[in-house]
Structure formats: structure tokens, C-alpha cells
């Protein structure tokens, strides 16, 4: 971290810290409502399919921005800190899979993809707090392609992010804020993102000392990194990375360069190249298959080191349905939980 880093994190981390005292944490395991208010937030008791849901409210450019908390169900902050799990959501539209009619209201990305992605109903769910901080929709309809303001990404199909948005120094602000909302363990952080998400994943650490210096390890599920930032990505610090690709995507390719609006995007081999180097370990060979499951094959691009690991989905697209909804966030867990020596 160049000493731009230091000063900005030195800055932020005081900023953090006034920002609010931490939560009286006198709320009875599993009572989430209360535990929703301690951190500020405020409690959605939703019906299925959706999960209910924790949504805290910050501003941030003068905007009104949420993240939304879901809470192990005996979370018990007088008695444990927990792993936190943020996750960034790829792009969304509030009639995917027909949610918003289902419910009968417009169901948000953060309201409905952590349910997809099984980070709100999955065996994870009682270990893990899930953060999932929550794009803002084109003209506040989530109707629209709802996805993250990315510099190197900021236009889906027909829809253009608003060049105004600062969405890394709002996905700071939730990192900093978390710890006084939480009774987290903070060197258990662990940061996904998902197509769209991923490429933000990818920003936010070639840009963000904040993010970095506070993520255990991070893994990006399908996304990808635009051409220019190969060259514009800073030395941050290095934080353990898993990269998971379907060889079958068409969207984002896995060993080929490709356009997708507009934008050139690396190939998930040299995205991942890009990272070997920046950590220092473009001299040394890959090791390979180091993790699999049968689905999955891993190789440390970093072995020394432990840092940096592509992976391979066999078989699978742009999808994360196959061969199981939410499918690759079990082999995300399995590289955090490894990273953080969970068992
Ligand atoms: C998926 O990609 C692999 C490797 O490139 C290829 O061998 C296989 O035929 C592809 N499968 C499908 C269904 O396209």
C-alpha cells in the first residue's frame, strides 16, 4: 500500500470510528429483530420465498444507500463474533423470476439474490453474517438493469449507470460502518462478488485500501476485469483471491479476451495473470489442481504464497444454477473458510 493508501485508510478509519458508538448488545439470542435494531437497521419480517431481512439505511453523496443484513438465527452478540460475509450482487431487475408479482411489491436486488445465491438459506447462513450492499436502480426503478457504477463498466444492454455515483466510496462506508453495527469477527471478512459484482470486486481491490485492509479473502463468481484497468490497477494489499469461471461462459470468456458493451474484457487466465503479478509471484510455476470437488478444479497461480487461485467450473456457462441454485458459493466458503482456518 503506497503511503496515498496509508493516509486514506488512517483517515477513514477515524471517520469510521466517530461515526457511531457500538450497539448495546443486550438482545436475546436469536431475538433478530432486536439485534436489526442494535445495528441500526431496520427488520423486514418477509414471507417466502424471501428471506427476512435486516436493511440499513446511510448516506452517502447526499443519497440514501442500503445494505441489507441477514443475521445467523441464533446470532447472540453478548456471546460470539462472527465471520461477515459481504457480497456485492450482479446485474438485477425486479422481474426476475417473477418476484416482484409474486410478492406483490418491487423486490429489490438485495432483497431477492441472496436467496439465489443461497447466502441467506444455506448451511453457511448459521455461521456467517451476510452483507449485501445494494446497487442503486437506473432513475430508482428496479425494473431497470440494476447494477454498480464501475469505471471500467458502466453500461448493461440499454442502460447506463448515473456517472455521479460513487459506488467503491459507498461500498467503503459499509465496510467501515459494519464493526460498530456488528459483533463481528474482523479477521473473518470475506468478500464476493457475482458477474457484475465480480468486475466490482476486482475495482475495489486494485483501488480501495479501505476494502483491501479489511477483507481475509475474497472471491469473484463470474466476473471479469476490463482491459484498462490492467494497467491502472494500484498495489493494494494483497488479499487472498479465488477466481471461479465456467469454462462453457459465453458471456464473459474464460480463455479468450472478449467485448461486452463496448468494453474489451480480459480473459479469466490473464485476469488472473494480471493478479499473479501484481503479488509477486510471476516467476514461479503454477501449481496445479490444488482444490476440487468434482465440479471445480483450482490451481495456486501464488503457491508460496497461498494468495491467488483460478479456477475452472467444468461444464458451466454464465450461470449460477448449475448443477444447483447458488452452486458456487460453496466452493467461495470452502476457499474462505480455508483462508480464515475455519473448520
Ligand atoms: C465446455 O468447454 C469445454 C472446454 O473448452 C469443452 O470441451 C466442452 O465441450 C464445452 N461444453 C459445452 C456443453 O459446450
Not at 21 to 30: S, V
Not at 114 to 135: E, F, H, I, K, N
Not at 211 to 232: K, N, P, Q
Not at 267 to 281: L, N
Request: with cysteine; aromatic share 10%; proline share 6%.
Amino acid at each position: 500500500m503506497g503511503l496515498r493508501g496509508i493516509v486514506l485508510l488512517l483517515l477513514a478509519l477515524l471517520a469510521g470510528a466517530a461515526a457511531r458508538a457500538p450497539p448495546r448488545a443486550d438482545c436475546a439470542a436469536g431475538n433478530l429483530e432486536c439485534a436489526c435494531a442494535a445495528a441500526g437497521g431496520a427488520w423486514h419480517a418477509y414471507k417466502p420465498p424471501l428471506e427476512p431481512v435486516c436493511t440499513v439505511t446511510i448516506l452517502h453523496q447526499d443519497r440514501e444507500r442500503t445494505f441489507n443484513i441477514f443475521l445467523p438465527r441464533a446470532y447472540d452478540a453478548r456471546a460470539q463474533k462472527y465471520p461477515v460475509w459481504v457480497h456485492l450482487h450482479g446485474v438485477y431487475w425486479a422481474s426476475m423470476d417473477d418476484i416482484s408479482a409474486r410478492m406483490g411489491f418491487t423486490v429489490q436486488a438485495t432483497e431477492a439474490t441472496p436467496m439465489w445465491d443461497t447466502l441467506s438459506t444455506g448451511p453457511y447462513r448459521d455461521t456467517a453474517v451476510a452483507v449485501y450492499p445494494q446497487a442503486l436502480p437506473p432513475g430508482g426503478d428496479a425494473f431497470k438493469r440494476t447494477f454498480w457504477n464501475n469505471p471500467f463498466w458502466h453500461c448493461s444492454v440499454d442502460v447506463c449507470a448515473d456517472p455521479s455515483i460513487d459506488d467503491i466510496g459507498f461500498i467503503e462506508k459499509v465496510f467501515l460502518e459494519l464493526p460498530a453495527r456488528l459483533s463481528m469477527d474482523r479477521k473473518k471478512v470475506f468478500l464476493s462478488g457475482t458477474s457484475a459484482g465480480g468486475m466490482m470486486l476486482h475495482t475495489l481491490l486494485c483501488s480501495s485500501p479501505i476494502v483491501s485492509h479489511f477483507t481475509t479473502a475474497a472471491v469473484d463468481l463470474i466476473g471479469g476485469l476490463g482491459e484498462s484497468m490492467r494497467h491502472t490497477c494500484r498495489d493494494s494489499h494483497h488479499v487472498p483471491l479465488r477466481i471461479i469461471h465456467g469454462e462453457n461462459d459465453t458471456v464473459l470468456h474464460f480463455d479468450e479476451a472478449c467485448e461486452v458493451d463496448g468494453v474489451r474484457f480480459l480473459s479469466t487466465r490473464d485476469t488472473a495473470a494480471m493478479w499473479k503479478e501484481r503479488y509477486g509471484c510471476a516467476s514461479e510455476p503454477d501449481a496445479p489442481d490444488v482444490w476440487g470437488d468434482g465440479i471445480t478444479t483450482c490451481d495456486a497461480l501464488c503457491a508460496k504464497k497461498g494468495l491467488l487461485e483460478l479456477c475452472r467450473m467444468r461444464g458451466i456457462g454464465h450461470q449460477l444454477d448449475v448443477p444447483t441454485l447458488g452452486y458456487p458459493f460453496t466452493a467461495a466458503w470452502e476457499f474462505f473458510k480455508s483462508v480464515a482456518g475455519m473448520k
